[in-house]
């Protein structure tokens, strides 16, 4: 068993790491975005985190920037929602943590839920998109919970939701 904070160890290089030893098993990260990830030797090929798996997870666990990570070696995956080879893999890891900045920011805490500001009102045209988003706010579920139901990415659901953020039509409870 492999131990470790990503915060001494980061994210990238223990997955390069990993899929570049040719090991099988599962990682596990505690943290508010966190979750799980399982390999087969030089291949990626489950995620979770939350209530999502496959690349939506894998979107998830591309954001993190510290939590606790655990690698338990030949821990078969339940399922198969991904099949990555390692440069395949490591390349889509790369190319989603270099999106998140921006998003996390503006969105730290994904415990909290939003809400309609009163520069809200309902003549506000959305599109079918927005709307998936937005019609979860009113719900005062945690923003995890609104990534998780919205039916899209969650970078994509963030990205939708960040341009009424920053227009001040939702805030954050």
């Known amino acids: 068993m492999l131990r470790g904070d990503l915060a001494v160890f980061p994210f990238m290089p223990v997955m390069q790491m990993l899929l570049s030893s040719g ?6 990260v505690s943290h508010a975005r966190g979750g799980e990830l399982w390999l087969e030797p ?5 995620a979770r985190a939350g209530g999502l ?6 979107q998830v666990l591309s954001s993190l ?6 690698f338990a070696p030949d821990v078969a995956a339940s399922e198969r929602s991904l099949s990555l080879r390692r440069d395949a893999a490591l390349r889509r890891l790369i190319e989603e ?6 998003l996390l920011r503006a969105f730290p805490d994904w415990s909290r839920p939003l809400r309609f500001t009163a520069r809200w009102t309902d003549a506000q045209p959305v599109t079918r998109a927005q709307y998936l988003a937005l019609s979860l ?9 609104v990534l998780e139901r919205s039916g899209q990415p969650p970078r994509t659901t963030l990205t939708t939701l960040h341009a009424f953020l920053a227009a001040g039509l ?4």
């Not at 920037?65 to 655990?70: L, M």
């Open 23 to 28: 090991r099988a098993g599962r990682l596990s």
């Open 170 to 173: 939702i805030e954050v409870a």
């Open 97 to 102: 943590s270099d999106a998140w900045g921006e």
């Open 53 to 58: 798996t496959g690349d939506g997870a894998l």
């Open 65 to 70: 920037d510290g939590g606790q990570f655990t």
């Open 42 to 46: 030089g291949e990626l090929v489950h």
């Open 137 to 145: 706010v009113p719900e005062a579920l945690p923003l995890r919970t």
